[in-house]
């Protein structure tokens, strides 16, 4: 998509809220680039740069959104036709998508679980399983050596049995599935003193630090080398095969036949020791994922060599931060244009909507309370479920993300404007309709510009809160600031979450600032000198 | 001489609550008229009446020898003068703006010379008051801008609600002198709600005695002190006959 486009759309959201439906249809259909995806984690963020490569080699035109949330929302994204193909893992989706179960003879079968997978996800989602790549990503329970030999740990049973005694720190996601702690609580019978959860980025680190005991890791992550760690013996064979394949949708394949063959070169090209050594590059050495999808697509002989503009970002890392940020001047200040975007946006269509909301609440007394506590309902889902629910209605990418802080950003404006018009000093309302006023004059003369100032405060909350809550749509592709959040998080590249993280904050504190002078422009007169401080 | 203003047979209920139960009174132009009582006779909701912010079950209500049902509403209340216990006058208007509210609103010429002349004639210079915010005045001031708010247009009547209540003594006394002084030059005809006889017998030429929605007896100050037509009434006469002084005299 282009930026004109997507800058289009933005506006289009801000005029006509309901029409996102079509919005999103719009988008699906068309001779629109394919859209490679992927998970928040580094290797999947890495598996997505080379299905773009090796497209892109073969003249297609592609469009990168990694980072998705996490399985539900990628795979929610994938069948919406938001997205086209993304790296999914064949055990992930046969317990945390299919939910089933198979006799342990064929869930032991890489080759049985992948054609019962394929059956299914053709004939339940019209999803399609292209061939796997060649190496199995399984979840690897790891303790550091120490913890090992203190508790002699070598299996998952013998977790189970020491598991009273230890603290876990597991992914959210490995927490909530039935391949994760839900089943080795089943199989194992672990029962950690305490679970916490931990992103990706921070388990090894919190591990190595003694924070906790134990870990889900990947059995291809880099860091599993780094920090030299026991990986348990899934004794009972609890785990089914996870082995990575591209996972795509069945009208992109319709479409874009020949972009599926491209895609099958990689079919059975990868090993698992060279997968190690490729996440390790990204994740321990801080090479630049475009740099290690190039080199090692250019190895297997798929292209010819890397983008001209591709260096490696090791160098940078020699830098400091400040320089790391300068480096990256131009790609900061687009995403800091785009979660400006994201925010002006979602807080004028609130602006917009939540106003009007309050005054006519503030007119039908009776309905209020509970309209306006719905809407604060609303601000007790978390931003990750929210957009969640938003893929099947409206994809992934900008429009979700508008919606979700459209959503966030209701709740203050239209309590503010209620209780501001509501309380406007009743004495002077009151005189001026025994005066003849009529309810506009006495609305726009008397009770808006009293009711200014919370009215304002309420909408620099909400600011406040969409500038925070726009770092999630990175999560469904929509960028901003976000996206160096999650790509740093998901690589354990803290200059990187920083580099999104830092901009944010300071975006945070201009955007009230800029506010609070607006709310003394539009304090009510006999109020304003007070405000502006000393005379 | 003909009435300004008339109630005939009004009656009104809040609920199952009666406020008004066949009401009638008559002020004729250019005088004045107190309706006193205790909390809940119903005289607050009788002054309502006259500019429709109370619209009565039954009855007719009339001003300027017409129903007010068959005038326009936001007209209606341009066309009388209205003061309330507590100013309510705009907070973030400074006191010509507030003054120059209803000439203003009725379109009319020079608003901003009658905001002057009203102020002037409730006794604040306007040189010296126009330009400040109703916070920085005191009370008795506050009063004096809507005092001035409400004849700034010149209407024919005037409902008063209270309007001296929330004064210390001394800024009563003042503000009452103020508008009997006013309400003579400029012949308005005036309808008080209040709840001190004292301030009726001063201000009114007429008083009438309301209690649960009833009129007890109604007539000049020295009718109801020489004859009281019911028990209340003498009760109400004997509980502020150290106030009454001079009239009983």
Same mark, same amino acid.
């Given at each position: 998509?282009?930026?004109?486009?997507?800058?289009?759309?933005?506006?289009?959201?801000?005029?006509?809220?309901?029409?996102?439906?079509?919005?999103?249809?719009?988008?699906?259909?068309?001779?629109?680039?394919?859209?490679?995806?992927? *998970?928040?984690?580094?290797?999947?963020?890495?598996?997505?740069?080379?299905?773009?490569?090796?497209?892109?080699?073969?003249?297609?035109?592609?469009?990168?959104?990694?980072?998705?949330?996490?399985?539900?929302?990628?795979?929610?994204?994938?069948?919406?036709?938001?997205?086209?193909?993304?790296?999914?893992?064949?055990?992930?989706?046969?317990?945390?998508?299919?939910?089933?179960?198979?006799?342990?003879?064929?869930?032991?079968?890489?080759?049985?679980?992948?054609?019962?997978?394929?059956?299914?996800?053709?004939?339940?989602?019209?999803?399609?399983?292209?061939?796997?790549?060649?190496?199995?990503?399984?979840?690897?329970?790891?303790?550091?050596?120490?913890?090992?030999?203190?508790?002699?740990?070598?299996?998952?049973?013998?977790?189970?049995?020491?598991?009273?005694?230890?603290?876990?720190?597991?992914?959210?996601?490995?927490?909530?599935?039935?391949?994760?702690?839900?089943?080795?609580?089943?199989?194992?019978?672990?029962?950690?003193?305490?679970?916490?959860?931990?992103?990706?980025?921070?388990?090894?680190?919190?591990?190595?630090?003694?924070?906790?005991?134990?870990?889900?890791?990947?059995?291809?992550?880099?860091?599993?080398? *780094?920090?030299?760690?026991?990986?348990?013996?899934?004794?009972?064979?609890?785990?089914?095969?996870?082995?990575?394949?591209?996972?795509?949708?069945?009208?992109?394949?319709?479409?874009?036949?020949?972009?599926?063959?491209?895609?099958?070169?990689?079919?059975?090209?990868?090993?698992?020791?060279?997968?190690?050594?490729?996440?390790?590059?990204?994740?321990?050495?801080?090479?630049?994922?475009?740099?290690?999808?190039?080199?090692?697509?250019?190895?297997?002989?798929?292209?010819?060599?890397?983008?001209?503009?591709?260096?490696?970002?090791?160098?940078?890392?020699?830098?400091?931060?400040?320089?790391?940020?300068?480096?990256?001047?131009?790609?900061?200040?687009?995403?800091?244009?785009?979660?400006?975007?994201?925010?002006?946006?979602?807080?004028?269509?609130?602006?917009?909507?939540?106003?009007?909301?309050?005054?006519?609440?503030?007119?039908?007394?009776?309905?209020?309370?509970?309209?306006?506590?719905?809407?604060?309902?609303?601000?007790?889902?978390?931003?990750?479920?929210?957009?969640?629910?938003?893929?099947?209605?409206?994809?992934?990418?900008?429009?979700?993300?508008?919606?979700?802080?459209?959503?966030?950003?209701?709740?203050?404006?239209?309590?503010?404007?209620?209780?501001?018009?509501?309380?406007?000093?009743?004495?002077?309302?009151?005189?001026?309709?025994?005066?003849?006023?009529?309810?506009?004059?006495?609305?726009?003369?008397?009770?808006?510009?009293?009711?200014?100032?919370?009215?304002?405060?309420?909408?620099?909350?909400?600011?406040?809160?969409?500038?925070?809550?726009?770092?999630?749509?990175?999560?469904?592709?929509?960028?901003?600031?976000?996206?160096?959040?999650?790509?740093?998080?998901?690589?354990?590249?803290?200059?990187?979450?920083?580099?999104?993280?830092?901009?944010?904050?300071?975006?945070?504190?201009?955007?009230?600032?800029?506010?609070?002078?607006?709310? #003394?422009?539009?304090?009510?007169?006999?109020?304003?000198?007070?405000?502006?401080?000393?005379? | 001489?003909?009435?300004?203003?008339?109630?005939?047979?009004?009656?009104?209920?809040?609920?199952?609550?009666?406020?008004?139960?066949?009401?009638?009174?008559?002020?004729?132009?250019?005088?004045?008229?107190?309706?006193?009582?205790?909390?809940?006779?119903?005289?607050?909701?009788?002054?309502?009446?006259?500019?429709?912010?109370?619209?009565?079950?039954?009855?007719?209500?009339?001003?300027?020898?017409?129903?007010?049902?068959?005038?326009?509403?936001?007209?209606?209340?341009?066309?009388?003068?209205?003061?309330?216990?507590?100013?309510?006058?705009?907070?973030?208007?400074?006191?010509?703006?507030?003054?120059?509210?209803?000439? #203003?609103?009725?379109?009319?010429?020079?608003?901003?010379?009658?905001?002057?002349?009203?102020?002037?004639?409730?006794?604040?210079?306007?040189?010296?008051?126009?330009?400040?915010?109703?916070?920085?005045?005191?009370?008795?001031?506050?009063?004096?801008?809507?005092?001035?708010?409400?004849?700034?247009?010149?209407?024919?009547?005037?409902?008063?609600?209270?309007?001296?209540?929330?004064?210390?003594?001394?800024?009563?006394?003042?503000?009452?002198?103020?508008?009997?002084?006013?309400?003579?030059?400029?012949?308005?005809?005036?309808?008080?709600?209040?709840?001190?006889?004292?301030?009726?017998?001063?201000?009114?030429?007429?008083?009438?005695?309301?209690?649960?929605?009833?009129?007890?007896?109604?007539?000049?100050?020295?009718?109801?002190?020489?004859?009281?037509?019911?028990?209340?009434?003498?009760?109400?006469?004997?509980?502020?006959?150290?106030?009454?002084?001079?009239?009983?005299?």
């Amino acid at each position: 998509m282009t930026r004109r486009s997507t800058r289009r759309r933005v506006w289009l959201v801000a005029g006509l809220l309901p029409v996102f439906a079509a919005a999103n249809g719009a988008q699906t259909g068309g001779n629109r680039p394919i859209v490679v995806a992927s *998970k928040p984690f580094g290797e999947s963020y890495l598996l997505c740069e080379m299905f773009a490569q090796l497209l892109e080699s073969r003249g297609f035109s592609v469009e990168r959104k990694p980072g998705l949330g996490a399985t539900e929302i990628a795979f929610r994204a994938l069948r919406s036709g938001a997205i086209d193909v993304y790296p999914e893992y064949t055990g992930t989706g046969l317990i945390a998508v299919l939910h089933d179960s198979l006799p342990d003879s064929i869930a032991a079968d890489p080759r049985a679980v992948f054609s019962h997978i394929s059956r299914e996800f053709e004939a339940r989602y019209q999803l399609r399983w292209l061939p796997p790549l060649g190496f199995q990503n399984t979840y690897a329970i790891a303790v550091t050596r120490q913890t090992a030999r203190r508790y002699n740990l070598k299996t998952l049973s013998d977790l189970g049995r020491e598991s009273p005694h230890l603290l876990a720190g597991f992914t959210a996601d490995f927490i909530g599935r039935p391949d994760g702690l839900v089943g080795l609580t089943r199989i194992y019978g672990v029962h950690p003193k305490e679970v916490r959860p931990l992103a990706p980025a921070v388990k090894y680190q919190a591990l190595a630090a003694g924070a906790v005991d134990v870990i889900d890791g990947y059995s291809t992550d880099g860091l599993l080398a *780094k920090y030299d760690l026991v990986t348990l013996v899934d004794d009972r064979h609890f785990f089914p095969p996870y082995e990575a394949a591209a996972l795509l949708n069945e009208s992109f394949a319709k479409r874009k036949p020949e972009a599926v063959t491209t895609l099958a070169l990689l079919s059975n090209r990868l090993t698992e020791a060279v997968m190690r050594q490729l996440n390790r590059r990204v994740e321990v050495d801080g090479e630049d994922v475009r740099s290690v999808a190039s080199s090692e697509l250019t190895t297997l002989g798929l292209i010819n060599s890397g983008p001209s503009d591709l260096r490696p970002n090791s160098a940078g890392n020699g830098g400091g931060f400040y320089s790391y940020l300068w480096d990256r001047r131009a790609s900061l200040a687009g995403m800091t244009g785009r979660h400006l975007e994201l925010v002006a946006v979602a807080l004028l269509a609130a602006v917009i909507f939540a106003i009007p909301l309050g005054l006519i609440l503030e007119r039908g007394r009776r309905i209020a309370e509970p309209v306006i506590g719905g809407l604060g309902v609303l601000q007790t889902i978390p931003s990750i479920a929210l957009l969640a629910f938003m893929i099947p209605l409206l994809g992934v990418g900008v429009i979700p993300a508008l919606v979700a802080l459209w959503l966030y950003a209701l709740y203050p404006i239209a309590r503010g404007t209620y209780s501001g018009v509501r309380d406007a000093d009743p004495d002077a309302v009151a005189a001026a309709e025994a005066l003849g006023t009529t309810p506009m004059q006495r609305l726009l003369l008397v009770r808006l510009p009293l009711a200014a100032p919370v009215i304002m405060s309420g909408v620099r909350t909400a600011a406040v809160i969409t500038v925070g809550a726009a770092t999630l749509a990175a999560f469904i592709g929509a960028g901003g600031l976000g996206e160096p959040i999650v790509a740093g998080l998901a690589l354990a590249d803290t200059r990187m979450i920083l580099s999104g993280a830092l901009p944010a904050a300071i975006l945070a504190l201009l955007v009230d600032g800029v506010l609070a002078l607006v709310e #003394r422009v539009v304090a009510p007169a006999h109020r304003r000198r007070a405000l502006w401080g000393k005379r | 001489m003909p009435s300004a203003v008339a109630a005939r047979n009004v009656s009104h209920r809040f609920g199952d609550v009666v406020a008004l139960s066949d009401v009638s009174i008559e002020v004729p132009v250019g005088t004045a008229t107190a309706l006193v009582g205790e909390s809940g006779s119903g005289k607050t909701t009788l002054l309502r009446c006259f500019n429709r912010l109370v619209e009565p079950l039954s009855g007719e209500i009339v001003v300027r020898d017409r129903n007010v049902r068959d005038q326009d509403v936001i007209e209606l209340r341009r066309g009388i003068g209205y003061v309330q216990q507590h100013g309510g006058l705009i907070p973030h208007w400074r006191v010509l703006r507030n003054v120059a509210l209803v000439p #203003r609103l009725r379109g009319q010429q020079d608003v901003d010379a009658k905001a002057r002349d009203a102020l002037e004639l409730v006794g604040l210079p306007s040189a010296q008051f126009g330009y400040r915010f109703p916070h920085e005045l005191s009370g008795g001031q506050r009063q004096r801008v809507a005092l001035a708010r409400s004849i700034a247009a010149r209407p024919e009547v005037i409902l008063l609600d209270e309007p001296f209540g929330a004064l210390d003594a001394i800024s009563r006394a003042e503000l009452q002198t103020a508008f009997d002084g006013l309400r003579r030059k400029l012949s308005v005809t005036a309808l008080l709600v209040t709840h001190d006889l004292a301030e009726a017998a001063r201000l009114a030429d007429q008083v009438v005695v309301m209690r649960q929605g009833k009129i007890e007896q109604r007539g000049p100050m020295s009718q109801l002190v020489r004859a009281p037509a019911t028990e209340y009434v003498a009760q109400l006469i004997e509980q502020a006959r150290a106030s009454l002084q001079g009239l009983l005299a």
